[in-house]
């Protein structure tokens, strides 16, 4: 059965080959992440994933000098790909995809439950279609699903100011490139568009609207290079080639419905859970991390943080720290500071106490203060759910109302705040005002988001709707 679906689909050959290329930039990505583990873990310079704060008890393979067990492992790991690569070629298409089962199952396991310096959007555009790949039949069908929920998911992600009024770029020195700040918002609403409404046009059969939102794919991702690299575009581009691009030439893209493969639809179900439920379960997941570890995080915010530590031990010595972030990209958020002062409290029976006082700005706007002069060693830190010691949206905004305080706004560069003696130099006026909507029509951002949430719900289940009519009749959607 697999070597009929792909000698009778080089479109899947070529997505076999590109996913099989990923694994060199995961390759990569996981050597450094091995390299001296268990000292990092000794040090506390290694964070697990807030749904599993234990991962620093599972004995990693030791690099050198200590002994060859972390090289022999991925040493493995990279026979493995390359075998699946000969038997491929060999067009021995079931021992090939039964060999590449391991790698994708430790690439799974590292990414989400072993750290979280790992990305996870990457990861779900790599393992996700590998997964489907490797265990699903019709499987052209499932990888264009798959795509389109993904890049879905994507656009829910940008429902957030920082996008829909086109902070997240406006509150950079340079901005986004090739745009000029008044026409940034109009640049993130037609991502927003297109991402969560009309990807879903992929799957038509009106040539105007499908050749659309392809085009449009190819240029966002030709684009993202400014800002991301080349990783992204260069995995993603040839996806969404062999996916679409032959799309409609082809007779019936449907297959015929059973049981076993409407067990396959609870798949994109799960990834569309994974991205939505455990967002809503807290409203500051962007700054505290609780559940943004499951999610498609690529852009979701522009970040700067001021982390202060107080280390007080029963001898009396007192240390004190101070991190800052000084690039705006960096996801920097209260768990990660949390989690090694946690690990101390824990291993370091000479410590009293830990203070911890975290504030941040998101999109450029007000400095605000989290955590404030926390004792770690008290307190526990709890994924998808409100932790009660990290202050609110709510009790923020309270506290500056009855200060009555004026905090100025951070301009960040690019590099993050314009750090001086480690204070944040802020500026008089907010960068934001700069583009094209008005301080007053920003106001009205919560009736914005209801809006967007509310389109986003009825494309989805229209186009679920359409989708299943058309599984049982084996037709193309209209």
Same mark, same amino acid.
């Given at each position: 059965?697999?070597?009929?679906?792909?000698?009778?689909?080089?479109?899947? @050959?070529?997505?076999?080959?590109?996913?099989?290329?990923?694994?060199?930039?995961?390759?990569?990505?996981?050597?450094? !992440?091995?390299?001296?583990?268990?000292?990092?873990?000794?040090?506390?310079?290694?964070?697990?994933?807030?749904?599993?704060?234990?991962?620093?008890?599972?004995?990693?393979?030791?690099?050198?000098?200590?002994?060859?067990?972390?090289?022999?492992?991925?040493?493995?790991?990279?026979?493995?790909?390359?075998? %699946?690569?000969?038997?491929?070629?060999? #067009?021995?298409?079931?021992?090939?995809?039964?060999?590449?089962?391991?790698?994708?199952?430790?690439?799974?396991?590292?990414?989400?439950?072993?750290?979280?310096?790992?990305?996870?959007p990457?990861?779900?555009?790599?393992?996700?279609?590998?997964?489907?790949?490797l265990?699903?039949?019709?499987?052209?069908?499932?990888?264009?699903?798959?795509?389109?929920?993904l890049?879905?998911?994507?656009? =829910?992600?940008?429902?957030?100011?920082?996008?829909?009024?086109?902070?997240?770029?406006?509150?950079?020195?340079?901005?986004?490139?090739?745009?000029?700040?008044?026409?940034?918002? @109009?640049?993130?609403?037609?991502?927003?568009?297109?991402?969560?409404?009309?990807?879903?046009?992929?799957?038509?059969?009106?040539?105007?609207?499908?050749?659309?939102? +392809?085009?449009?794919?190819?240029?966002?991702?030709?684009?993202?290079?400014?800002?991301?690299?080349?990783?992204?575009? =260069?995995?993603?581009?040839?996806?969404?080639?062999?996916?679409?691009?032959?799309?409609?030439?082809?007779?019936?893209?449907?297959?015929?419905?059973?049981?076993?493969?409407?067990?396959?639809?609870?798949?994109?179900?799960?990834?569309?859970?994974?991205?939505?439920?455990?967002?809503?379960?807290?409203?500051?997941s962007?700054?505290?991390?609780?559940?943004?570890?499951?999610?498609?995080?690529?852009?979701?915010?522009?970040?700067?943080?001021?982390?202060?530590?107080? =280390?007080?031990y029963?001898?009396?010595?007192?240390?004190?720290?101070?991190?800052?972030?000084?690039?705006?990209?960096?996801?920097?958020?209260?768990?990660?500071?949390?989690?090694?002062?946690?690990?101390?409290? !824990?291993?370091?029976?000479?410590?009293?106490?830990?203070?911890l006082?975290?504030?941040? %700005?998101?999109?450029?706007?007000?400095?605000?203060?989290?955590?404030?002069?926390?004792?770690?060693?008290?307190?526990?830190?709890?994924?998808?759910?409100k932790? %009660?010691?990290?202050?609110?949206?709510?009790?923020? #905004?309270?506290?500056?109302?009855?200060?009555?305080?004026k @905090?100025?706004?951070?301009?960040p560069?690019?590099?993050?705040?314009?750090?001086?003696?480690?204070?944040?130099?802020?500026?008089?006026?907010?960068?934001?005002?700069?583009?094209?909507?008005?301080?007053?029509?920003?106001?009205?951002?919560?009736?914005?988001?209801?809006?967007?949430?509310?389109?986003f719900t009825?494309?989805?289940?229209?186009?679920?709707? =359409?989708? +299943?009519?058309?599984?049982?009749?084996?037709?193309?959607?209209?």
């Amino acid at each position: 059965m697999f070597e009929k679906e792909f000698k009778d689909n080089p479109s899947l @050959v070529g997505v076999y080959w590109t996913l099989l290329s990923g694994f060199i930039f995961s390759m990569l990505h996981l050597f450094s !992440l091995a390299s001296n583990a268990q000292n990092k873990i000794e040090n506390f310079n290694y964070i697990c994933p807030p749904y599993f704060q234990s991962c620093g008890n599972i004995i990693l393979p030791s690099t050198l000098p200590e002994s060859w067990g972390s090289n022999v492992f991925y040493g493995c790991f990279i026979i493995l790909v390359f075998l %699946s690569a000969y038997f491929f070629y060999k #067009k021995k298409i079931k021992t090939s995809l039964l060999i590449l089962v391991p790698p994708t199952l430790i690439q799974l396991i590292t990414t989400f439950f072993l750290t979280i310096h790992s990305s996870v959007p990457f990861e779900y555009f790599h393992s996700g279609f590998l997964i489907v790949l490797l265990f699903f039949p019709n499987k052209m069908f499932f990888l264009r699903l798959v795509f389109i929920v993904l890049y879905f998911c994507s656009g =829910i992600v940008k429902l957030d100011d920082g996008w829909i009024l086109g902070y997240y770029f406006t509150s950079l020195k340079v901005g986004l490139p090739l745009i000029p700040d008044y026409l940034i918002p @109009v640049a993130t609403n037609t991502v927003i568009f297109f991402e969560g409404l009309f990807i879903f046009f992929l799957f038509s059969r009106n040539r105007a609207l499908n050749r659309s939102v +392809y085009f449009f794919f190819i240029i966002f991702h030709l684009y993202s290079i400014f800002l991301v690299g080349v990783r992204y575009p =260069i995995h993603c581009l040839p996806i969404l080639f062999f996916l679409f691009d032959d799309i409609l030439q082809e007779r019936n893209i449907f297959p015929e419905l059973n049981f076993k493969k409407g067990l396959c639809l609870l798949y994109p179900l799960f990834i569309l859970f994974l991205n939505i439920f455990p967002r809503s379960l807290d409203s500051l997941s962007q700054i505290t991390y609780s559940s943004e570890r499951t999610a498609l995080n690529m852009f979701d915010v522009n970040r700067q943080c001021i982390s202060k530590h107080r =280390i007080i031990y029963k001898s009396g010595d007192i240390v004190e720290k101070t991190e800052e972030s000084n690039i705006s990209f960096n996801r920097c958020n209260i768990y990660e500071s949390y989690f090694p002062l946690k690990q101390k409290c !824990l291993k370091d029976k000479r410590i009293d106490s830990i203070f911890l006082n975290f504030q941040a %700005s998101l999109n450029g706007g007000l400095i605000l203060t989290y955590v404030d002069n926390i004792d770690i060693c008290n307190v526990s830190f709890y994924p998808w759910r409100k932790n %009660s010691w990290i202050k609110s949206s709510s009790d923020i #905004k309270h506290e500056i109302k009855l200060k009555d305080t004026k @905090v100025g706004s951070v301009y960040p560069t690019q590099s993050g705040f314009n750090f001086q003696k480690g204070k944040v130099q802020t500026v008089s006026q907010d960068a934001r005002t700069k583009t094209l909507i008005s301080t007053d029509f920003s106001q009205n951002i919560d009736i914005l988001k209801l809006i967007y949430k509310m389109l986003f719900t009825i494309s989805f289940l229209s186009f679920s709707l =359409i989708l +299943y009519r058309d599984l049982r009749r084996k037709r193309w959607l209209g």
